[in-house]
């Protein structure tokens, strides 16, 4: 007899619970726990709040405990980024909301099946261990493909007044940014009007919400499509100007 993958759905949003737990309890193969207490789950469903980094590190910690042998996340903000966060902690599937009941049901028999396999390493674990490795390997190379972020010679919060904040970027790169926290790059990659190029130390006289990105023109990925983004990822921080 085939032993059935327990799933623990987690989430504060009532509505999302019981629809999950009508698609978890239609498919053959799992067994819905409700109450989960301290023992562990085969497959953990995580909605993702507005506190992304908060909740990522819950799930994290999961897995580290051994709570959980996989995790699907699932997200009302479809950002990119949130996506590769959840890649870079080893969550097998990504759910959007509002749910599509179809894309749910296709991805939990890929995780049966799964269990119908002998895991590399012997463990279930090693398996996932392996796989995220790989995976944080893959987000690496692609990351390099990209242009880097500018760096800062101070991290956010406190700064003395008059303070020097230097930025540093790639070769060939330019560096853009704001002081009011808005986006330097425009859609389809055009450049701010409120964008400042960088070209020197900027004193600080009062308080600011930086967001800088480096922008090589030239820049061009290795492999894959031919066409590349010419922006780095953003750096935002926040420096309040103390008195003297």
Do not use: C
């Not at 999950?20 to 085969?42: C, W, Y």
């Not at 995976?135 to 700064?159: C, E, M, T």
């Amino acid at each position: 007899m085939t032993e059935l993958v327990s799933v623990m759905i987690e989430s504060k949003n009532p509505g999302l619970v019981k629809t999950l737990e009508k698609i978890v309890a239609g498919v053959q193969g799992f067994r819905l726990m409700r109450e989960n207490g301290h023992s562990k789950v085969d497959l953990l469903i995580y909605d993702i709040g507005a506190d992304i980094t908060k909740d990522l590190e819950q799930v994290q910690m999961l897995m580290n405990m051994g709570m959980t042998g996989a995790v699907f996340l699932t997200s009302e903000n479809s950002d990119p980024s949130v996506l590769m966060q959840a890649i870079r902690i080893g969550a097998k599937e990504f759910i959007s909301q509002p749910v599509n009941a179809d894309e749910l049901r296709e991805a939990q028999p890929r995780e049966v099946k799964r269990w119908g396999l002998h895991p590399r390493g012997g463990t279930f674990q090693s398996e996932i261990d392996l796989m995220k490795d790989w995976l944080s390997n893959r987000v690496d190379f692609i990351d390099r493909q990209l242009v880097q972020p500018p760096r800062l010679n101070h991290q956010a919060g406190p700064v003395p007044r008059g303070f020097l904040l230097t930025l540093t970027g790639p070769t060939n790169a330019t560096i853009y940014y704001t002081l009011d926290g808005s986006e330097p790059r425009l859609a389809q990659g055009v450049i701010s009007s409120n964008a400042l190029a960088y070209g020197g130390p900027i004193q600080l006289s009062n308080n600011i919400r930086l967001l800088a990105r480096a922008h090589n023109p030239n820049q061009r990925q290795r492999g894959g499509p031919p066409s590349s983004t010419p922006w780095s990822g953003p750096v935002a921080a926040r420096f309040i100007v103390t008195p003297p």
